[in-house]
């Protein structure tokens, strides 16, 4: 059977496909590693997206069209000219009889949001936020580290627990039992051997993204140094939504703000709760959660607005994948394609 939609969700660290039916049947999905065109490249890009594709079809001989439509959102498509080249390399391939393009971030909100409007901001590897307005107005940032501004993806996060934590163990800075708990993910006896196999591309530096998880463990044990970093995160959080609701003019209504990545779904209760506290202040009547779905879903409810699907195909559809959602619930983007502990060699 053709599916009428396919859809994809191209994040930094993980790129996921559906394909579904105008009914919102799932006929197939797939999981990869991250293909941002930023990071590998246009063709190298439609290439890795192809090759899920026909992983999500079920490995058939690859006749075109694939679907009736192609909903793609992907993080690196920052600026117009980024998407204009994946849009001609896809375009090339002849998917679809039509294909609709866009940044990762409107792909989260879709999937969150009753309507696709509100604020959304993610955090996986990266961070970045939308907004969207009831009349259509958009609202977003870049999304290039430093260089844009950005502060708080998983990575980041991964590097502030291993940077304290070195300097504990220096006498540079304070003391913190993110010294022991940095020392013991990578089962070293010394931080400095860390540093030295890091250095020399013994330890694979992929491996700083796991951090991330243990940073948040630490500030729940009540470590001050972890829960000063946790503190920062909180704030660059409702920073982003508080400024897209400021923007959209969207404080006096009752917008939601959805919240996701593997960072997001992963730091627990406590955490958001402060999260959704800043936000009211901004926004009195906002209602703040975390995606239950992953954002391929909004991408693939994208593409049933496009083919104008009834209601009930999208409810169908939210149904079905809910389960694919909640598999990797509260667990960092990390270790969608493994556990990156394992970079040091035995």
Known sequence: MTPDVVAIDGGNSKTEVLVVTRA??????????????????????????????????????????????????????????????????????????????????????????????????????GINGVGVAPDGRTHGFPALGRLSGDWGGGYRLGEEALWWAVRAEDGRGPGTALRAAVAGYYGARTLSEVIEGLHFKEIDTASIHGLCPLLFEVASAGDEVARQVVARFVEEVSVLASVLLRRLGLTTSAPEVILGGGVLTGVGPAVITEIERRCLKVAPRAVVRVADVNPVVGAALFGLDTLGAPASA?????????????????????????????????
């Open 314 to 346: 999208k409810a169908a559809l939210k149904a079905a994948t809910r389960r694919i959602g909640t598999e990797v619930a509260g667990r960092p983007a990390v270790f969608d394609n493994g556990d990156p502990r394992h970079g040091r060699p035995a």
């Open 24 to 125: 919102g049947e799932v006929l197939g999905h797939a999981r990869g590693p991250g293909v941002s065109p930023q990071r590998v490249g246009v063709a190298g890009c439609v290439a890795a997206l192809e090759e899920l594709v026909l992983r999500a079809l079920g490995g058939g001989s690859g006749a075109r069209p694939f679907g009736r439509h192609t909903s793609a959102y992907l993080a690196g498509l920052d600026y117009p000219r980024e998407a204009d080249a994946l849009r001609a390399g896809l375009l090339a391939r002849g998917w679809s009889d039509t294909l609709a393009l866009g940044n990762d971030t409107l792909a989260l909100l879709r999937a969150g949001s009753s309507d696709g409007t509100g604020v959304a901001v993610v955090c996986g590897a």
